[in-house]
């Protein structure tokens, strides 16, 4: 009996079947380690953007001298406006999707947030920022005091795939009577 050099049929459909079970459990492992470094650096982003915004919104009431209100309740806009030594800051949501105002109580969902400074006698700002991972804002006024409570998040194809919330609350050094 002679036997003839190669592989058998067999011997080649086991192989191939390792083979492609190995692509594939691969092909998982990188699907995996890109999703996760995606959520990482959209963590981080959230992380960089809310102190951001944190800080900003701290400062610009504690340096206020008169702040108010100014939300078209349909329209969105600037749902805040401070009055400074040097200028006027506001804080508005373009196209915001729901708009809501009960008594001391402002929410925003989704839109784009921004916060536009005007020189002193200016009619057009002097700085936009445009804060991109937006998602909902909340902002309460109690006495003197303005409280910001903002949800930030990162979406990928459609999909949340990381949410922070940030809680800023901050009075204004000399506000004036109004």
Same mark, same amino acid.
Do not use: C, N
């Given at each position: 009996?002679?036997?003839?050099?190669?592989?058998?049929?067999?011997?080649?459909?086991?192989?191939?079947?390792?083979?492609?079970?190995?692509?594939?459990?691969?092909?998982?492992?990188?699907?995996?380690?890109?999703?996760?470094?995606?959520?990482?650096?959209?963590?981080?982003?959230?992380?960089?953007?809310?102190?951001?915004?944190?800080?900003?919104?701290?400062?610009?009431?504690? #340096?206020?001298?008169?702040?108010? +209100?100014? @939300?078209?309740?349909?329209?969105? /806009? !600037?749902? =805040?406006? *401070?009055?400074?030594?040097?200028?006027?800051?506001?804080?508005?949501?373009?196209?915001?999707?729901?708009?809501?105002?009960?008594?001391?109580?402002?929410?925003?969902?989704?839109?784009?947030?921004?916060?536009?400074?005007?020189?002193?006698?200016?009619?057009?700002?002097?700085?936009? #920022?445009?804060?991109?991972?937006? +998602?909902? @804002?909340?902002?309460?006024?109690? /006495? !003197?005091? =303005?409280? *910001?409570?903002?949800?930030?998040?990162?979406?990928?194809?459609?999909?949340?795939?990381?949410?922070?919330?940030?809680?800023?609350s901050a009075v204004p050094v000399a506000e004036e009577a109004p």
């Amino acid at each position: 009996m002679r036997r003839s050099a190669g592989f058998t049929l067999v011997e080649l459909m086991v192989y191939l079947a390792l083979l492609v079970a190995g692509t594939i459990v691969i092909a998982g492992l990188e699907l995996t380690a890109a999703r996760a470094a995606f959520l990482e650096r959209s963590l981080v982003d959230l992380g960089m953007e809310g102190d951001e915004i944190s800080t900003r919104f701290r400062d610009d009431v504690r #340096q206020s001298l008169h702040s108010e +209100d100014a @939300l078209d309740s349909k329209k969105g /806009g !600037a749902f =805040l406006i *401070l009055t400074e030594p040097r200028g006027v800051v506001r804080w508005e949501v373009e196209s915001p999707a729901q708009v809501e105002k009960a008594g001391p109580m402002t929410r925003l969902d989704k839109g784009r947030l921004v916060r536009k400074v005007f020189e002193k006698g200016a009619t057009t700002a002097s700085r936009t #920022q445009v804060f991109v991972h937006f +998602d909902r @804002l909340v902002l309460t006024r109690s /006495g !003197a005091e =303005l409280r *910001l409570e903002l949800t930030l998040a990162a979406s990928r194809g459609g999909e949340v795939t990381a949410r922070r919330t940030y809680a800023v609350s901050a009075v204004p050094v000399a506000e004036e009577a109004p």
